[in-house]
């Protein structure tokens, strides 16, 4: 499935930039990320068709290696998180470990995919009204179809 989300990405999603093409964008962006999600929780996965069991309740908690998994970052970066307070307020356990909220790292990291997205169609609207992709292909074969 996910090969197939890539491919209409690639093909369709990325050629326009109207408002529709953004939507599906988000969109897409969502579905990859939940099942990204899914597949690093097999507690998420296995209740997949409960929307109530598949959100994280407020009281369960991950430590800073499960966190890093999660967003896909390394545990310093997380614990760097931590300490300028953009993954809420953080357990310390008697052995100084860290628990931090799920919900709040899958909030920041949808929060940050945002972020990215609207970064990136930004710079993608920039670089065309600067020309830069006006002549990109010259000179480059293509190859024919079989």
């Known amino acids: 499935m996910l090969i197939m989300l890539e491919e209409v990405f690639f093909r369709g999603l990325l050629a326009s930039n109207d408002e529709r093409a953004r939507q599906q964008r988000a969109i897409l962006m969502h579905l990859l990320s939940t099942a990204d999600v899914r597949r690093l929780s097999p507690a998420l996965a296995s209740s997949a068709f409960s ?63 945002h972020r990215q997205a ?15 992709y006006n002549n990109e292909l010259v000179g480059i074969r293509r190859k024919a179809k079989r």
Not at 121 to 128: D, W
Request: aromatic share 2%; hydrophobic share 40%.
């Open 118 to 132: 609207r970064g990136l169609a930004a710079m993608s609207v920039a670089s065309q009204r600067l020309g830069l």
């Open 51 to 113: 929307t109530a069991a598949a959100l994280p309740s407020e009281e369960e908690v991950v430590t800073s290696e499960e966190a890093a998994k999660l967003l896909h970052v390394s545990r310093t970066h997380v614990n760097s998180l931590v300490e300028a307070g953009k993954l809420g307020p953080v357990n310390v356990t008697q052995g100084g470990h860290r628990r931090i909220s799920k919900a709040a790292v899958l909030s920041y990291k949808a929060a940050s995919k």
